[in-house]
């Protein structure tokens, strides 16, 4: 199939561009201990990108944690997940699909937020981008398991499934802190860039359907 501008690929390469981002998720953590006010720069704030056109927040806000736990799962989940991804993708493939996943994933989180009146929300976290990893992952590799624990073997198209339930369940019950809008749009941007550039439809590779000529 002849390849367009929206789907042309990349060269391949693989550079270990996880580690890269893993590093930069790190010293920006650091920086937010070390500069606290930074973190107000570099956070999703609706009112801040719209009163002080703080547009870069839409990329910074996934290198940015509310803690020590917030930033050692998020990790642990692009390091267990991440590299596979770009091994299989290609590192130049691997980053625009994380950074766009993750960015799209904070634009629909801000329009929500700013369009119910909650202007002044603060969204952190790479668990957009992270979460559009782990279902890129389950695509790449639909037969393995992830041991939840370390005792529990599921499937990764499974996981992404219960995933996917929790978090509407969660958004749809309210009263939590966590972002689970924003994990619910990093599996939906994630699934639009596999089906849109890739050319691979996830439901078909989870339900074994696929010839899986990539």
Do not use: C
């Not at 499934?161 to 509407?168: D, G, R, S």
């Not at 860039?193 to 691979?200: C, D, G, S, T, V």
Request: aromatic share 20%.
């Amino acid at each position: 199939m002849k390849s367009n501008l929206l789907t042309k690929p990349f060269n391949y390469s693989y550079t270990n561009l996880t580690f890269v981002l893993i590093g930069i998720n790190i010293l920006v953590f650091f920086l937010g201990q070390i500069v606290p006010r930074s973190q107000i720069y570099l956070a999703m704030v609706p009112g801040l990108v719209v009163t002080r056109y703080y547009l870069w927040q839409f990329v910074t806000y996934m290198f940015v944690h509310g803690g020590f736990s917030h930033i050692l799962f998020n990790m642990l989940g692009l390091f267990f997940f991440g590299a596979s991804v770009e091994r299989r993708m290609g590192s130049r493939e691997f980053l625009l699909f994380y950074l766009l996943t993750g960015t799209l994933a904070g634009i629909f989180s801000f329009l929500v937020y700013y369009f119910t009146g909650a202007y002044y929300v603060v969204l952190v976290g790479a668990s957009g981008a992270v979460y559009a990893v782990l279902l890129a992952y389950a695509v790449y590799y639909p037969d393995s398991r992830i041991y939840i624990f370390g005792l529990i073997p599921v499937k990764a198209p499974v996981l992404v499934v219960a995933y996917t339930v929790i978090a509407v369940f969660s958004q749809a019950s309210g009263g939590s802190n966590v972002a689970h809008l924003t994990h619910l749009a990093g599996f939906g941007f994630a699934f639009l860039y596999l089906l849109i550039r890739l050319r691979i439809n996830p439901i078909e590779a989870f339900t074994g359907r696929s010839s899986r000529p990539w």
